[in-house]
């Protein structure tokens, strides 16, 4: 895991190009990134997870880190407010004071049409909060297999989610590895009290970000947090983590 702050200049200016809003001086933008308290780029390089991250509920037989990628599979049932969701990778640094951007780009074959992959503020299995790009496979020729965007806020106990139909449906089949949208970005946004889940599917051409119902929180705990879960018994799948990267926004 490297921090904007230890990446080479070159490097720096392509995270920087990637970000919302870019568009100032290549030098004002390396000069700012070198102050941004907080700031991230995970591209899960070597062998071996970074150690700014911990694992909730490890399995340390259902995740390696290999060819830049950290690969997860997910095959428990347990969702987030369980308290035994396997492998949640939570950050261990501060993150950015006041507003900030996550952003994870993965990819999945989403092939059992029960994957959950999600990036939140997770503090607890009664306290967080965190975005979804999950998928429901439909085999009636109706509806076939889609894709949502999730959101879900965990507050003492009481939960309130939605769900957004983004992509697929009325194929009457299955997903495979050429029909999904990959690569996928999954994102999270903190503005002042507020967090707001989105989604872009890279993987077909023109995609825009997708957003939906925006969080109010008047007070986080937790840090960043990423995995995956499935919501039926009995299947598996595979999830690849290509980066991840948070990013302060300037008021």
Not at 146 to 165: N, V
């Amino acid at each position: 895991m490297k921090f904007l702050t230890q990446l080479p200049a070159a490097l720096a200016v392509a995270v920087i190009s990637m970000a919302p809003g870019a568009g100032f001086a290549a030098g004002d933008a390396i000069e700012q990134l070198a102050q941004a308290e907080g700031a991230l780029l995970d591209e899960f390089d070597g062998e071996v997870l970074a150690e700014h991250w911990e694992i909730l509920n490890p399995n340390a037989d259902a995740f390696i880190v290999e060819d830049g990628n950290l690969l997860v599979i997910g095959s428990a049932t347990n969702a987030l407010d369980s308290g035994s969701t396997e492998n949640v990778f939570r950050l261990t640094q501060p993150l950015p004071k006041g507003d900030w951007v996550a952003t994870m780009k993965f990819s999945m074959d989403y092939q059992t049409g029960y994957e959950v992959p999600f990036l939140g503020v997770y503090d607890s299995n009664s306290d967080y909060v965190t975005s979804f790009a999950y998928a429901r496979s439909y085999y009636e020729a109706i509806r076939g297999a889609q894709l949502f965007l999730g959101g879900q806020k965990m507050a003492k106990g009481e939960k309130k989610d939605f769900s957004r139909h983004i992509w697929g449906g009325a194929s009457g089949v299955p997903f495979t590895s050429d029909t999904a949208p990959n690569p996928i970005l999954l994102r999270l946004t903190k503005k002042g009290r507020s967090y707001i889940p989105a989604v872009k599917l890279e993987g077909i051409e023109g995609s825009e970000w997708i957003e939906h119902e925006k969080y109010t929180v008047l007070r986080q705990k937790g840090n960043l947090a990423f995995g995956i879960y499935l919501w039926q018994a009995g299947t598996e799948s595979v999830m690849f983590v290509d980066w991840l990267k948070i990013e302060p926004v300037a008021k």
